[in-house]
């Protein structure tokens, strides 16, 4: 059975996909799981962060995601996954030459579109869950990709009226990939990200939960300094600083996730473990 994976996705940049993929990662790791973070977007943010720049810049393309998708390589799982500083979590790292390979038209793209899950079936005896963490450009291959690999999607939206569009986009991509390669992925929900309690923020929250009701989670994530502080230390929070308050709201979120994953498919990830 490949593991359980989550992919963490919104056509919008900057709403803290990689900092909640990290962090969530971090959590599931606390709970004796053996995660692996995959990286599918060409900044490289997740993978700078666990494995430093100057790894990852050094690294050969045949070690990295885009080696998935390069014809000239079939890289193993043990070319692919990297251990961290960190018991039980790995990443599978990105490069520059992944970009390359975000085609457009992604439905048509042959094998190409099976290269995550057939990579996430051979790695199915190092890894419990896999959290895959995707760029904002999502409607080419690598976004495709990743839906096609996952069992749930999981999208961090900011409480303002921008946060919107990229639910709809989330949507409708998910809708597609159903229809045309995985039928069994699942919206996990929508995860309101750097909540600051204003007003504005407040009247778009209420808004939001009206219009979308049970798919945004309850758990909010604030605006917290120490999620900041940990990813400058090359670490999720969850893992750099347990007991603080920070790593108390990841845990909620990964809560909640496990809870919607047990309603959504009756088990939950430790028994999919
Ligand atoms: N809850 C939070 N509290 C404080 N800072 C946060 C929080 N979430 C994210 N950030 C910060 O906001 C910035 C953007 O977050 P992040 O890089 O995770 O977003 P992203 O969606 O992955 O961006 P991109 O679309 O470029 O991949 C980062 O500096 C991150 O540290
Ligand atoms: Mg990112």
Known sequence: MPPLTICVMSRKGGTGKTTNALNLAGSFVNDGLRVACLD??????LSRCLLGPARVESMHPANTTAGLFDPKYDPTPDDLIQPTRFDRLFVVPSSDALETFNRPSPAE??????????????????????????GPNTSGLLGWAALAASDFVLTPILPDPF????????????EESQVKVNPKLRIAGYLLNMVQKNAVQQAY??????????QVFTTVVPLLAPYREAIAERAPVTLLKPKVKASKVVKAVAEELEARITAAIGTTKKEVA
């Open 205 to 214: 929250e209420q808004t939001l939960r009206q219009i979308h009701g049970g």
């Open 109 to 134: 793209a042959g094998e190409a579109q099976f290269v995550i899950r057939r990579f996430l079936d051979e790695a199915a005896n190092r890894i419990d869950l896999a959290v895959i963490d995707t």
């Open 163 to 174: 946060g919107s569009h990229a639910i709809i986009h989330v949507q409708r991509l998910v």
């Open 40 to 45: 599918l977007d060409g900044q490289g943010s």
